[in-house]
Nanobody
């Protein structure tokens, strides 16, 4: 079992920055990839960024160059640094962790970018 708790969301003006954190607890040894997804009102949940246990990253085209995912395996925490935020980045951001056969999700944190 893995528990994920996100934090760091909030309201920011366009062009601003936020850093999201996702603290993991539980069966940490089994976690492989971790990632951030987001879901805007009326839209499907979409991938934002992924990071493997070795630090290999993958980003959605819409956030490349603006968002950076990182992972601290000692603190069992994954981060999402977001800069140059746009109103279209407004969404609930969810952390997830993959273990063999199971995907765990956090409860989500709201990010709102005002124009």
């Amino acid at each position: 079992q893995v528990r994920l708790v996100e934090s760091g969301g909030g309201l920011v003006q366009a062009g601003g920055s936020l850093r999201l954190s996702c603290a993991a607890s539980g069966s940490m040894f089994s976690i492989n990839d971790m990632g951030w997804y987001r879901q805007a009102p009326g839209k499907q949940r979409e991938l934002v960024a992924l990071i493997s246990t070795r630090g290999t990253t993958n980003y959605a085209d819409s956030v490349k160059g603006r968002f950076t995912i990182s992972r601290d395996n000692v603190k069992n925490t994954v981060y999402l640094q977001m800069i140059s935020l746009r109103p279209e980045d407004t969404a609930i951001y969810y952390c997830n962790a993959k273990v063999p056969g199971v995907i765990y999700w956090g409860q989500g944190t709201q990010v709102t970018v005002s124009s």
